[in-house]
């Protein structure tokens, strides 16, 4: 995977990152901001969209938000599988953590934060 082509739009508060500009991809929406375009036959990440960027990577009086991986829930297995992989491989990993929060009930609910990688870009 190459370095990826940062695209960033003030007005929208959307960032966009290019892995492998001319591939094609089926775009997943991870959360309400977080869509994750990938090529599933090659198993390889093309893109990502980060919408309301400053918003994710805000931080709280406790760290850096997280949110669930509400996008995942209806998925099916193999590709929800295929999406945990390919997040923890690089350069993805760089840029979006997965953690997990474990309620009373037992059930794992994935978690994800996004760590600044813009270092120009001014966030409340």
């Not at 991870?30 to 893109?47: A, C, E, P």
């Amino acid at each position: 995977m190459s370095e990826p082509t940062y695209t960033y739009d003030e007005e929208s508060d959307t960032l966009s990152l290019t892995f492998l500009p001319t591939e094609k991809a089926t775009g997943i929406e991870l959360t309400d901001h977080i869509i994750l375009h990938i090529n599933k036959s090659r198993r390889r990440v093309i893109r990502m969209t980060l919408l309301d960027y400053s918003l994710l990577v805000q931080q709280t009086e406790f760290g850096p938000r997280t949110f669930p991986l509400t996008g995942l829930t209806d998925k099916p297995e193999e590709l929800r599988t295929l999406i945990l992989e390919l997040l923890q491989e690089q350069p993805i990993r760089d840029v979006l953590r997965i953690a997990a929060y474990t309620p009373n009930d037992g059930l794992t609910i994935p978690t994800i934060l996004v760590h600044p990688v813009i270092s120009t870009l001014e966030t409340p």
